[in-house]
């Protein structure tokens, strides 16, 4: 399925397809508009050497065919949108972006492409497309027992003249009051005019309400609870037995170096091709649900961008605070008891880490990513036990799957935006 989101001016990628040329009435191309694109007549455009193409959507339509002049190459695609209930001048529009139609394996004549309609005959069509008048109040008066003439009928309509209403009885005259009580004697004045009190002020945000305007997802209750630090130790030295040093970091990557007779097979490597190698190869899922690689970078910029050369970075600009970021691999790995996976990232802050294997299945694209979503959810995923390690720098690191049963399986990952925050350059599986 190939899927877009209006939001404004810009259109997102939600679901991406490959998409190749000599098509007719087939490749559709689907739309979800914000609300502020819902009542707007909209058309799709679609520019290829110089020539536009329009399908008209109107207001309540929400997806449309790519036309089928389109060639193998680029095209440019927008939208715009116009109220024409409006009292003044309304027309909508988005950037443009741009689709990549690769070539097809077919071999035949292409005489018999059907012309896209122009704008002005697809705006008539829509307009023949209402339905009839429906019937007169008199045709449902007959249908339902009437007989006679619609003037007899507008007739009937009409209710006999009322009766003139009695006149009312003269009221009487009301009573004389009786006279008031003389009032007491007003007290002595005291010198100088009392001040008035003070308006109270409004009461300012709690702590909590700050705390969700800046990110935080979850109940007050939640929200005090994360408040609370972990119980210290006593004693004035901090147990450091669950940290690596430098030094081990150092011996670790050594002995990586060191070993022979290896082979790797890599699931992601960060540069500047990461995004048209990968892109429809790794989905995520988010609040927003599921994406490809490069819809979701195009949405979260900071993601999987030049700036990091490309790597995955769960970063607080794009997600906030401890937003978090399911990443799956849909190519399965034949896994062996012999491997390890072998990561390079830098972290923030060390804290355990959450990895799975989900054995392979014969679906693809958005349902696999689904499917692999719902399996680590159902906890029906080997989950691989793991900690990330602080550090300014790279730092390559290996994990055992000894215990993990031989076959094909897809590899899942997921990174939060809180402390530890990763950037994740390469994930690898190392075969001795």
Not at 389 to 416: C, P, R
Request: glycine share 10%; net charge negative; with cysteine.
């Amino acid at each position: 399925m190939i899927k877009f989101l209006v939001k404004g001016q810009n259109i997102e990628t939600l679901e991406h397809e490959i998409i190749a040329a000599d098509q007719i009435a087939f490749a559709k191309i689907h739309f979800v508009f914000d609300n502020s694109w819902k009542p707007l007549h909209k058309v799709v455009q679609f520019t290829q050497d110089e020539i536009t193409y329009n399908r008209v959507l109107r207001t309540e339509e929400t997806s449309c065919f790519l036309p089928a002049e389109l060639t193998a190459g680029t095209v440019k695609m927008s939208l715009f949108g116009y109220d024409a209930e409006a009292t003044e001048t309304v027309r909508a529009t988005t950037i443009v972006k741009t689709l990549h139609i690769r070539p097809s394996g077919f071999e035949g004549e292409n005489s018999n492409v059907p012309p896209t309609p122009d704008l002005y005959q697809q705006l008539l069509q829509k307009i023949s497309e209402k339905g009839k008048d429906g019937k007169s109040a008199f045709e449902i008066a007959v249908e339902h027992g009437f007989v006679g003439t619609e003037d007899e009928w507008l007739e009937s309509l009409k209710g006999a003249d009322g009766k003139d209403g009695v006149n009312g009885k003269d009221g009487c005259d009301g009573r004389n009051g009786a006279d008031g009580l003389p009032g007491k004697d007003g007290k002595d004045g005291a010198d100088g005019l009392l001040g008035r009190d003070g308006i109270n002020g409004t009461d300012g945000k709690s702590a909590y309400i700050i705390a969700v305007e800046h990110g935080f997802s979850g109940t007050e209750n939640e929200w005090l609870q994360s408040l609370k630090g972990a119980d210290g130790r006593d004693g004035i030295t901090p147990d450091m037995s669950d940290y690596a040093t430098k030094a081990d970091i150092a011996e670790l990557q050594e002995q990586i170096r060191q070993i022979s007779g290896i082979s790797y097979i890599s699931v992601f490597e960060s540069g500047s091709d990461a995004l048209q190698k990968y892109g429809n190869s790794i989905y995520t899922y988010y609040n927003d649900g599921y994406r490809s690689l490069a819809g979701f970078a195009e949405s979260y910029p900071h993601f999987c961008c030049a700036e990091n050369n490309y790597a995955l970075y769960f970063n607080q600009n794009d997600f906030r605070w401890a937003g978090s970021v399911f990443v799956m691999f849909l190519t399965p790995i034949s896994i062996t008891g012999s491997m390890h996976l072998l990561l390079n990232y830098l972290v923030g802050a060390s804290q355990d880490a959450e990895f799975y294997l989900v054995k392979k299945t014969e679906k693809t694209g958005s349902e696999l990513a689904q499917y692999i979503y719902e399996e680590i959810k159902a906890e029906n995923a080997l989950k691989l036990s793991f900690k990330w390690l602080y550090s300014d720098t790279f730092i390559s690191v290996m994990q055992s799957l000894e215990n993990i049963s031989d076959g094909e399986y897809y590899l899942a990952f997921k990174g939060t935006s809180d402390n530890s925050h990763p950037m994740v350059k390469s994930i690898k599986f190392m075969k001795e």
